[in-house]
């Protein structure tokens, strides 16, 4: 599927897609605590979906060679990477916890995700989320016209390896709009001055998986989702959807419940 490029009524329908997946965050954020399960995060965020009248994207989504997603939303625990499909099993304390939410608006998709300490953690767990929240704000403050794609996976990978963790390669972020996934293809590592050229209109998503050991991943048990690091390490992933203005970035994935960018953008 091609790149789209969005006029303002398209701008202003991926801005309230955005708005609202960000909400779903917002709405789950007070339950996260030590005893919920990731399928009452299910619940919860299907319930919210309802209020908002919007429509969850990822269940039953099927791209080719996949079964049908059976949630809305992923939920990728400790060393799962994603794709993690809410169960019964209770969160604990330490434990650390990827909840990815995609709604349709409109007929408009927004996509993101963060990142929930569950009670106290580690401060290996809250090194690497963090990390991986400034990686994300890494490519995402580098957008604008004229920027290439493999600017923004070269900034991604050298803040992530620079601080001793590797960048996910079997996954990226992508083109979005009035489809879930579209082209680009945008990956979290390459090279300056590669990969396509970013234009005003472009929306896509940014959303490295930075794990605290080796990059390798591999599928995990047969639900045909779920994706785990191969040697057992802790797995980190944030999301945001962005446009490219005419000047350089809009992020469309916030509300008030999102964190404030790190204090590198902009200073
Ligand atoms: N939200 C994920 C992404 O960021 C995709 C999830 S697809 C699903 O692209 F089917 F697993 F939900
Ligand atoms: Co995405
Ligand atoms: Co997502």
Known sequence: MSITYKDAPGVQG???????ASEVLDYLTP????GITTKDIDRLAAECMKIQGTISATLGYQPSGYPPYPASLCT???HVVCHGIP???????????????TVIND???GDTSRMFMVGEVSIAAKRLCAV?????WQGIMRVKPGVRLGDIGFAIQKFAESNGFSVVREFCGHGIGRNFHE???VLHYGKPGTLEELKPGMTFTIEPMINAGRRDVKEFGNDGWTIVTKDHSLSAQWEHTVLVTESGYEVLTLSAGSPPPPPFVNA
């Open 31 to 34: 339950h996260i605590k030590p």
């Open 14 to 20: 991926m801005r309230v897609a955005g708005r609202l």
């Open 132 to 136: 991986t929240y400034d990686a994300m």
């Open 183 to 185: 082209d680009p293809q």
């Open 87 to 101: 169960n019964d099993k209770a969160l604990k304390k330490g434990d650390i916890v990827n909840v990815d939410v």
């Open 76 to 78: 990728s625990v400790n």
């Open 107 to 109: 007929g408009w998709y």
